[in-house]
């Protein structure tokens, strides 16, 4: 693989699941990481792997759909490991696949503040570093159900629209600064995700229905036969940070073992 683009990295989401596998990567590939989330206790995990294998990582504790925290999170990412040159916001959760006749409001808002507003500012406070250096990687997580109706409830579908959305409009008004902005769109990937959204949810989760809740319904929508790995995610990631990739901005790249081409 070709050398990322020169600065640190920051990963939302990175105490486990793609936002993990995502940092763990681009540790190996040589950037120091830091790791934002909500839980510390999996960002020390992470962190934990990535020095165990001879990295440079640090934890910060935060709220991502909080602007405070995310302030806070960036400078003291920057004051530790350098100048900022990668972004991936991968923090995120889900509405259990709820209809909208069943779900709350404030399902509803707390799944848009994490997903969306959530990417807002981690893209906002990433640019303010990236943009007086001419040069940076913003990397968005959104998911197949950014790019199809189905993948999730209302509030899952409308805000990971919202992810694409808004990576395209960054990329347009920002290519010209030297920052690219890319989405990645996940299929059905192993991960923690649901136990994590009810932990964040609290008393107002849902049940967390849908179809990565099944394996045979997994198989039977993917024509791959199967789920997707972290680390294929994280591979994508790691080539859209890298000097290589850019002339690549405004691109969402889905990565669902042909779900969305039947």
Same mark, same amino acid.
């Given at each position: 693989m +070709?050398? @990322?683009?020169?600065?640190?990295? =920051? ?5 486990? &699941?793609? #936002? $993990?596998? *995502?940092?763990? %990567? ?57 100048p ?33 507003t959530? +990417?807002? @500012?981690?893209?906002?406070?990433? =640019? ?5 250096? &001419?040069? #940076? $990687?913003? *990397?968005?997580? %959104? ?13 899952y ?100 073992g ?5």
């Amino acid at each position: 693989m +070709t050398a @990322l683009v020169q600065g640190s990295a =920051l990963v939302t989401g990175g105490g486990s &699941g793609i #936002g $993990r596998a *995502i940092a763990r %990567a681009l540790a190996a590939a040589g950037a120091p990481v830091a790791v934002l989330d909500l839980f510390p206790e999996g960002g020390r995990e992470t962190v934990a792997a990535i020095t165990g294998q001879g990295g440079r990582a640090t934890v910060l504790q935060g709220d991502v759909s909080r602007w405070g925290d995310v302030d806070r999170a960036v400078a003291a990412a920057v004051a530790e490991l350098g100048p900022l040159g990668i972004m991936v916001n991968a923090a995120g959760i889900l509405d259990g696949y709820a209809p909208i006749d069943e779900m709350t409001p404030a399902v509803w808002e707390r799944v848009v503040a994490i997903n969306l507003t959530g +990417t807002f @500012l981690g893209c906002k406070r990433g =640019l303010a570093e990236m943009l007086p250096r &001419g040069c #940076g $990687r913003i *990397i968005n997580i %959104a998911s197949v159900a950014g790019v199809v109706g189905s993948g999730g409830g209302p509030a899952y579908i409308a805000s990971k629209h919202g992810v694409v959305g808004l990576t395209r409009q960054l990329a347009v008004t920002h290519a010209e600064r030297g920052v690219t902005v890319n989405a990645i769109c996940p299929g059905s990937v192993e991960t923690q995700l649901r136990a994590h959204s009810t932990r964040i949810l609290g008393a107002d989760a849902p049940p967390m229905r849908g179809i990565g809740a099944d394996d045979a319904a997994v198989r039977a929508i993917t024509p791959a036969g199967r789920r997707g790995t972290v680390e294929e995610i994280a591979a994508a990631a790691c080539f859209l940070a890298t000097e290589a990739a850019a002339y690549i901005t405004g691109h969402t790249l889905v990565i669902d073992g042909g779900w969305t081409a039947r």
